[in-house]
Structures are given as structure tokens and as C-alpha cells.
């Protein structure tokens, strides 16, 4: 099996893998000949947890490239499942961490960057556990074209805030900046598993989008 060797701190695998284990064949370490091979427009998700989104966007947008990856193997095979079954050709997931992907891209790659509810390690000593932190969207920024957008999305206010001061930082701008852009509004209803278990418990959401400036 093709896996990811990166340090992780969450669960690699779920109730669901056994049912999924056949899929396991189709997953492939990417290279860099394999994403200069995938046209515009390019659109990335980092932890697509049980992969239902990214799978239901590329069955809805046949004209976008879908890339994601997560360290959660059942989302990934559901994934492929999913692509087999609707025979998508525009959606390519990986069982691995966004930094082992990042170096084998090119620059001004992406059109679009996604990233929800990722894992909040709300602990101030594991913090720094946080996948979308200052190294990360460091990497991103250089593999995201002028003007391409960032949409991010997550149930905890401190992760929203610290999340969008990392995008000022990189000259990011937010070309309406009010509560009404950033309140369970703008995105309403993304339909990821974890928005809907952050709903159920009556959690606050938070949505940003943001676009690159240069
Ligand atoms: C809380 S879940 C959210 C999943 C999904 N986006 C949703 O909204 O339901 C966070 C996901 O991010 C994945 N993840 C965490 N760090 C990652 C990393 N560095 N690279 C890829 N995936 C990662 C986890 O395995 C997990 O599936």
C-alpha cells in the first residue's frame, strides 16, 4: 500500500476502511510530470475528511480540476469510489500530507485553495499541531495564482482569527470585510461532515474568503 510517511497526529484510518480496502490500488504517489499533466482551472482541498464534498463538486463542476488529499485513508478510497462509480475524470486525491505534495507542484498553480474544519487543536500546548499555520500558507501563497482565492471555514474563532492574520501577513485582501462576510452566510451549508456535526452542536461557524494580491 502507497501511504503517507509524515508525522501525523490524528487517525489514519476508520470504521469504513475495511469496506474500502479494494480501492487501495488506485492510489499512486504524484509527480511532478503528473500535475503539469492536469489542465486549468486547478482547485486544491487539504483534509477532505470522508470525501464526499470534494467528490459531490467534482460531479457538479465536470469543467474543474479537482486535486485533495488527506492522511485519513477512508475519505481518500471513498473518494476514488465515488470517481470510479461516476466515472470523473476532473478529481484526483491522494493519501498523504499537503507538505508532501506542495514541493512537486508548480508555482501559480492552483486557482483556488479549500481548507474546512481542519483539525483545531484547541489546546494552546498542541497549537502548533495546526496544519494551516505560518509554513504552510507560506508554501500555499507560492503555488496559488495572482489573485486565486483561499476559502477557509472552521467552527472555532481563535483558529478563524489566527487563520486570517496569516493571510494579512502574505498580503491577502478581503474585498468585503464584515461580519456579514464571514458569518454561516456566505458559503451556507458547504455540506462537509464536519460543519454538520458543528451545527448539530450549535457551534458557531466561521467561513473567509480571501484572494491573493500578487
Ligand atoms: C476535522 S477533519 C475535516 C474534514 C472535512 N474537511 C470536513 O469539513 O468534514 C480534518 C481533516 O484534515 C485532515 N488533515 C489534517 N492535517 C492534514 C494535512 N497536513 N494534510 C492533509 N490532511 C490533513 C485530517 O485527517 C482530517 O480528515
Known amino acids: ?52 464534498k470534494i467528490s459531490a463538486d467534482a460531479k457538479l463542476h465536470p469543467d474543474i480540476n479537482y486535486i485533495g488529499c488527506d492522511i485519513f485513508a477512508d475519505g481518500v478510497l471513498r473518494a476514488i469510489r465515488n470517481s470510479k462509480e461516476n ?5 484526483f486525491v491522494f493519501h498523504l500530507n499537503i507538505q508532501e505534495i506542495l514541493p512537486l507542484v508548480p508555482i ?26 505560518r509554513e504552510l500558507v507560506k508554501a500555499l501563497s507560492a503555488k496559488l495564482r495572482k489573485n486565486g482565492y483561499i476559502h477557509f471555514a472552521t467552527d472555532h474563532a481563535d483558529y478563524f482569527l489566527d487563520a486570517l492574520v496569516l493571510l494579512q501577513d502574505q498580503d491577502y485582501r478581503m ?25 448539530d452542536k450549535n457551534h458557531k461557524l466561521f467561513y473567509f474568503s480571501v484572494l491573493k494580491n500578487y
Open 1 to 52: 500500500m502507497f501511504e503517507s510517511k509524515d508525522k501525523y497526529f490524528g487517525r489514519k484510518k476508520g470504521k469504513s476502511f475495511a469496506r474500502l480496502e479494494q480501492f487501495q490500488r488506485f492510489l499512486f504517489p504524484p509527480t511532478k510530470e503528473f500535475f503539469k499533466k492536469i489542465k486549468k482551472p486547478r482547485v486544491l482541498e487539504i483534509g477532505i475528511g470522508d470525501g464526499e
Open 87 to 91: 466515472s470523473l475524470r476532473n478529481l
Open 108 to 133: 501559480k498553480y492552483f486557482d483556488g485553495i479549500r481548507i474546512f474544519f481542519p483539525d483545531p487543536w484547541p489546546k494552546t500546548k498542541h497549537k502548533k499541531r495546526r496544519t494551516f499555520n
Open 175 to 199: 474585498d468585503n470585510i464584515s461580519p456579514n462576510s464571514w458569518k454561516y452566510n456566505d458559503f451556507n451549508a458547504l455540506d462537509t461532515k464536519f460543519e454538520k456535526k458543528a451545527l
